[in-house]
């Protein structure tokens, strides 16, 4: 399998709703099909699959001589309904078709650059829920929030719609307008939120370093002293490890004897993964390398059995610097594999709330006409060998941040207490 294929998602957990409808003859009336008897090319089965598609093809000319709005009928999209259909008979929300438009949405999604309103997307319950509103998109200031439930996108229910159906309604060119009927968490009347699109450019990390004195987000500790080095990795995707690397140097460079500073002049590191929704295998693996020396990372079990083990794969520059990671109910997919495996190996305490819970693996494959499958290949384990899907990861240090004060972050102000005790 190639490693560079292999993405994490969050995807829509949903049910494909086909619209039907009962006709009637108010008599004999003849009426040229549109497309009974299309040329089908490739219709062979694979070797030893019997399969009978008689049914399939009486639908398939019934719709098209009786359906009453021929402009509707388009073959292609009915084969690209076809395929959805049969793949979402699996049962598995992970485990998607993409047409060629969605399968380049998902690929820009990875790449940071799109336009929309920049929230990540994910399931609870059967739900379209909101994983994360990104920082400084309109999905934040419009006060989009994680655990919002979407019920309508510009009226339309979001039940039935795959992750790809409901990405291409909500996305759409810089300065049109969605809207969008939400259900804010712990609340049971929905509203309507009008949001304005825009380019979106997604920083995988951002960094500082500071003195706690000098932290905006957190009330004075206890007069707590000291300095801390903050690295917050938002997703994992093509350009995470590049943009990783380099803020990783510039807090090295902090943290050495260069410039007067001296080696232990840092008194700690914050790793915030909250609303981190995963990305690529890999790029966990590459991440957690960074603060172990060496040792399991993550396993993975195919379909068959065979289980592969990931381990450290390089040498890291914060080894042995006291490690506290930020973690919440939008922590998903990868970014449980790096809290998991840094709790588990005893390198780090977490501190937030249970993790989203996303134990799969999918793999993305491109197909013909540039239309893609993303198929659930493999589930991922901690090195223990436990399975978090559908449970999560819950924290050492357990606490919600209170959205009444808008101004301070109490899961960062633990984590710097944590840190610094």
């Known amino acids: 399998m190639n490693l560079s294929k292999l993405r994490n998602f969050i995807v829509l957990l949903t049910l494909l709703i086909l619209a039907g409808g009962m006709g ?17 090319l490739n219709r062979e089965a694979p070797p030893l699959t019997m399969v009978d598609f008689s049914l399939f093809w009486d639908v398939w000319e019934r719709v098209s001589k009786d359906f009453i709005d021929k402009k509707a009928l388009d073959p292609q999209k009915m084969v690209w309904g076809a395929i959805s259909g049969m793949v979402q008979s699996l049962g598995d929300p992970y485990t998607v078709f993409l047409p060629p438009q969605q399968n380049k949405e998902a690929k820009e999604d990875l790449g940071g650059l799109f336009e929309g309103i920049g929230a990540q997307l994910g399931v609870n319950d059967k739900k379209i829920v909101v994983i994360a509103p990104l920082k400084g998109t309109p999905a934040e200031s419009a006060g989009i929030k994680a655990g919002d439930w979407i ?19 909500i996305r759409g060119p810089k300065g049109t307008k969605v809207t969008l009927t939400i259900v804010h968490r712990e609340e049971e009347k929905s509203v309507e939120v009008s949001v304005t699109r825009d380019k979106i450019l997604v920083k995988s990390v951002e960094s500082w370093v500071k003195d ?19 690295l917050r990795l938002l997703r994992f995707g093509d350009q995470t490890n590049a943009e990783w690397e380099k803020a990783v140097q510039e807090i090295s460079n902090f943290n050495s004897p260069v410039g ?20 690529y295998l890999q790029g966990a693996v590459f991440i957690t390398s960074e603060f172990l020396k060496e040792g399991v990372i993550v396993k993975q079990e195919n379909a068959s059995g065979a289980h592969q083990t990931y381990s450290v794969s390089r040498e ?25 495996a840094l709790k588990e190996r005893g390198r780090a305490k977490l ?55 808008e101004n301070i972050d109490e899961q960062l102000e633990k984590a710097v207490e944590v840190l610094v005790k």
């Open 24 to 40: 009637f003859n108010l008599g004999q009336k003849s009426v040229k099909p549109y497309f009974p008897h299309p040329q089908v």
């Open 151 to 169: 019920v309508k996108v510009d009226g339309k229910e979001t039940g039935g719609w795959t992750l790809p159906e409901a990405v291409s309604k």
């Open 212 to 230: 706690i004195k000098d932290i905006k987000e957190i009330k004075e500790i206890n007069n707590l002293k000291g300095t801390v080095a903050y």
């Open 260 to 279: 007067g500073q001296s080696p232990s002049s840092l008194n700690g590191l914050i790793l915030d993964l909250r609303n981190n929704p995963g990305g």
């Open 316 to 340: 890291g520059k914060f080894l042995r610097i006291p490690l506290v990671v930020l973690i919440n109910k939008g922590s998903a997919s990868a970014s449980e594999i790096v809290a998991g």
């Open 351 to 405: 501190v937030g709330e249970t993790t989203f819970g996303k134990g799969s693996i999918q793999e993305a494959q491109d197909l013909k006409g540039d239309a893609g499958l993303h198929i659930t290949n493999a589930k991922w384990l901690l090195p223990s060998g436990r399975s978090v899907n559908g449970t999560g990861i819950d924290p050492d240090v357990k606490i919600e941040d209170d959205t009444k004060t």
